[in-house]
């Protein structure tokens, strides 16, 4: 594109956005070859499922990393931000099954390979999906790189690391109490278990105690799972209790003899301070039971119905089980008392059915010798959380971890590269797939069935993309990574489990900072969900307003680790900048024209020019360290503030006189030279927020690189820093504003003129509005303006804004009609007043106070203070309308 070629009147972000996304691509600006003479930053993405489609927590995690990494590229380091996508199992495998269902089929109909090869017709057709939207997004992802979870170098690491951990003695194969989703007929870890609190029952049913009249009564959530129950626990403080101990009680119903223990587990303030342990069938009752030595009876199955150790339940679903065995009980004496009870209800993330504890043959990693040196890692420091306070969050886990279930009844994953033996038992792990048996040289061998927990193969992603476990310059270029951005639900899931891969099979941290970022919640504040209906689709947002909108709106305001609202008029705020800062460059090209570039003494800049160059060095410094600290809303909040306010409203409106003046000529070549200074700088800081917008306004100016992604970031520069200056025209800005306000506040016309005295005390204020008066005159529209070291005459006839050592005074003569704006003014305040008493009234009333929700309370306090100003305000200026 030609530079100074005029910039059209209307930015339409659909051409302009595709077209420099293409460019961009096609000079391979994303892809950074191996250089070890360069400083590299990389930067994995948190990759997408290939179920997915954008949105807006995507949209938001993926701009953040799309500023660092164009932030860091401009820098001079050698960038690779690199992408890919997840298989995600469970997800994955139930949206094909749900395809199938409307042809009349099932997995099952097709069989194993025939089902794979679906699922895999079905990634290639909409796996692509969620890239093509991250590409709209601007991401300046290294698309050459790209990885899946499941392509051929992911799935060898997968591999490569099951088989170490198995033969290290990590991982190991029992039985063990599990999560069983009944609906997705899998297993699932304790942390994908989503626990809702919901109203329901405490259940107390007397257990006899065998040989007596006595009996012991417990109190349950689950009553059905009573008929799996193989003992009764109590504390062993409990005096209640303890001549119990060591005797039988008999299960009602079925009869079963169930040992009374002592075990400190149990709470002796909930319920009766006694417990049932059914271990099949509860986490807690599991471990209690390994302790105990007791039975394992399993009477709930996979698919939710009672086994035959149900006895006379057989068959039933478990909650018609609970209704007729409830009424078993009552019928026959043993049920006490039931009383209303919240409790918190375990269910699938995936379809949000209640999860079924049961015992079950599963794989497992041993997590304590692995999470030893990951909570060392972030205790010393080697790894950082921003913001700190999710150190805490991540160390508490870790230090209470459990054993990893990683084994799954699906067949869409990584499958176990485990091997039985069908005629010795022989069980072999290994890479590649036997021909014979380790043990009898028989080749009758049948492989695990199940596949990988879909993070299994994630927790490798820093390194395995990289190319491990071959030794690729990639790898030893571009490990450890920089920094890791993601969203606070999967520092378990994810970052944890990353962090102790790394440690173990690489000797390294697989990132030095995670960036927490929180969820994106409507505007009431509520989590967007299908269900509610309240989902954004942020292609809508890119289709209607560009993408540059959507992501400056979603960064704005955001800070680590805490939740933001999505407001539609903070989408429509943003459009709103984004073309003041197209109009503001379309005002700036137009005039560089005859644009030269020139060599500036100190003593060329105006009072405005010194003021503006130094708030573009305050910016670039402010900026750089909050880009530095992570605070990316922020940055880009004073960057908003600069732009509009500094840049737009004031230092353009100051430049046109100069800009349209024809009798000096070097006057104008230093103007040209400022405006283009600052723009192109404002640009370049703008780049990593607003890439496509940037980059068009760019291509614009003259004596530019040929693309803003490969220029500069700008650098402070301290020759152009006038600390007096700011000072200074701050005092005049102060002033300008206290005119206007003034105008503002009496209905008179902003473009008005009128007459201005300005008094001050001090002399070097004074002096410095002298210098500045044309400005005052210029952007406030004044006739004239007279400062002075002393009050003006005929103060009762002027309306004044008092602003400590400066004082503002316009005359009211021929400005304001004082008897209209008089009778306004009090029609105003009975108004005000009205509304007022009313909020006042509300506030008082304590009933509205107790019941009403805390954000209306606040919405009317702030609403009463609001009004009370306004009063004040309007009081204020019947005051000086009516002084004689």
Request: a negative charge.
């Amino acid at each position: 594109m030609e530079p100074g070629r005029e910039i059209p009147s209307v930015y339409e972000p659909a051409k302009v956005e595709s077209k420099w996304y293409q460019y961009w691509t096609e000079k391979g600006y994303f892809t950074p070859r191996v250089d070890a003479s360069r400083p590299r930053f990389s930067m994995v993405i948190p990759p997408p499922n290939v179920t997915g489609s954008l949105h807006l927590g995507h949209a938001l995690n993926n701009t953040l990393q799309d500023i660092l990494a164009r932030w860091r590229r401009m820098q001079g380091y050698n960038t690779l931000w690199l992408p890919g996508t997840d298989h995600a199992g469970i997800a994955t495998q139930a949206r094909v099954e749900e395809s199938l269902a409307q042809e009349g089929l099932s997995k099952y109909d097709l069989g194993r390979e025939r089902f794979l090869e679906r699922v895999w017709a079905w990634k290639n057709t909409y796996g692509d999906k969620i890239i093509s939207q991250l590409k709209m997004l601007g991401c300046s992802c290294d698309w050459s790189r790209e990885r899946f979870t499941m392509d051929e170098g992911c799935s060898e690491a997968v591999k490569e690391v099951f088989v170490r951990l198995y033969e290290k003695g990590l991982i190991y194969r029992g039985d063990y109490i599990i999560n069983w989703c009944p609906k997705c007929q899998t297993t699932i870890s304790d942390i994908e278990v989503e626990h809702e609190d919901r109203s329901g029952n405490l259940w107390y049913i007397r257990y006899p105690v065998e040989g007596s009249e006595e009996s012991i009564v417990v109190a349950t959530t689950r009553p059905e799972t009573m008929l799996g129950d193989t003992g009764v626990a109590v504390h062993p403080d409990d005096e209640r209790y303890r001549h119990l101990v060591g005797r039988y009680a008999i299960l009602p119903i079925i009869g079963r003899k169930l040992p009374i223990v002592a075990d400190e587990y149990v709470d002796r303030n909930f319920g009766t301070g006694a417990v049932k342990v059914t271990p099949a069938h509860d986490p807690n009752d599991f471990e209690m039971g390994l302790r105990h030595n007791l039975e394992r009876v399993s009477v709930i199955g996979m698919d939710a119905t009672m086994t035959e150790a149900a006895g006379p339940y057989q068959g039933l679903d478990r909650y018609e089980c609970r209704q007729r065995l409830v009424a078993d009980l009552e019928q026959k004496g043993f049920l006490v008392k039931v009383e209303e009870h919240e409790h918190a209800v375990g269910q699938c993330y995936r379809c949000e059915t209640v999860v079924e504890p049961l015992v079950s043959k599963q794989w497992f990693v041993k997590m304590k010798p692995l999470a030893e040196p990951a909570i060392k890692a972030v205790v010393e420091g080697r790894i950082r959380f921003v913001p700190s306070r999710f150190t805490k969050v991540y160390l508490n886990w870790m230090e209470n971890i459990r054993d990893w279930c990683i084994s799954r009844q699906l067949w869409w994953g990584h499958r176990i590269p485990v091997w039985y033996c069908q005629d010795c038992g022989q069980e072999i792990c290994a890479k590649e797939e036997p021909q014979r048996c380790t043990n009898c040289g028989q080749s009758n061998l049948v492989q695990d069935p199940d596949v990988l927990d879909t993070w299994f193969s994630s927790a490798l992603w820093p390194f395995s993309t990289l190319g491990w476990p071959a030794p690729t310059g990639d790898l030893e270029y571009f490990y450890p990574t920089d920094v890791l951005v993601t969203g606070r639900d999967i520092i378990f899931f994810w970052v944890a489990r990353m962090i102790f891969s790394g440690l173990e099979f690489m000797r390294e941290v697989p990132f030095y900072d995670v960036l927490i970022h929180g969820l994106i919640l409507d505007a009431l504040g509520r989590k967007m969900s299908k269900s509610l209906g309240n989902g954004i689709d942020p292609i809508d947002v890119i289709d209607k307003y560009g993408a540059d909108t959507l992501r400056f709106s979603l960064i704005t305001g955001s800070t680590p680790g805490n939740d933001i609202r999505f407001h539609w008029e903070k989408v429509e705020n943003t459009r709103n900048f984004a073309n003041k800062i197209w109009n503001a460059a379309r005002f700036v090209v137009m005039n560089l024209d005859d644009f030269e570039h020139i060599t500036l003494e100190e003593k060329d800049y105006t009072l405005a020019d010194r003021w503006i160059l130094s708030r573009l060095q305050e910016k670039i410094e402010q900026v750089t360290e909050l880009l530095q600290s992570y605070d990316l809303g922020e940055a880009a909040r004073v960057l908003y503030d600069f732009v509009w306010d500094e840049f737009c409203d004031w230092y353009i409106e100051l430049a046109k006189p100069r800009l349209y003046q024809n009798a000096n000529q070097r006057d104008k070549k230093v103007v040209q030279n400022v405006l283009h200074r600052v723009l192109a700088d404002q640009m370049r800081l703008l780049h990593p927020f607003m890439p496509f917008v940037t980059e068009e306004v760019y291509q614009h100016l003259p004596r530019t690189a040929e693309s803003i992604m490969v220029d500069s970031w700008p650098q402070k520069d301290e020759k152009l820093v006038w600390p007096e200056a700011v000072e200074d025209m701050k005092t005049v800005m102060t002033v300008i504003r206290a005119i206007r306000n003034l105008k503002s506040e009496f209905d008179i016309s902003l473009g008005m003129e009128v007459n201005v005295f300005v008094y001050t005390g001090s002399e070097d204020k004074a002096r410095v509005l002298r210098r500045g008066s044309s400005y005052i005159q210029q952007l406030a529209h004044a006739e004239s303006v007279r400062i002075d070291s002393k009050r003006p005459d005929g103060l009762d006839q002027m309306l004044s804004s008092p602003m400590g050592e400066i004082e503002v005074y316009i005359p009211i003569e021929g400005v304001v009609d004082r008897e209209r704006e008089v009778s306004r003014l009090r029609k105003e305040l009975t108004k005000v007043e009205s509304d007022l008493s009313k909020v006042v009234e509300k506030l008082s009333n304590q009933a509205f106070l107790q019941k009403a929700p805390a954000d209306v309370v606040t919405k009317e306090r702030t609403k009463r203070e609001e009004l009370e100003t306004k009063r004040e305000g309007i009081v204020r200026r019947l005051e000086m309308l009516t002084k004689r």
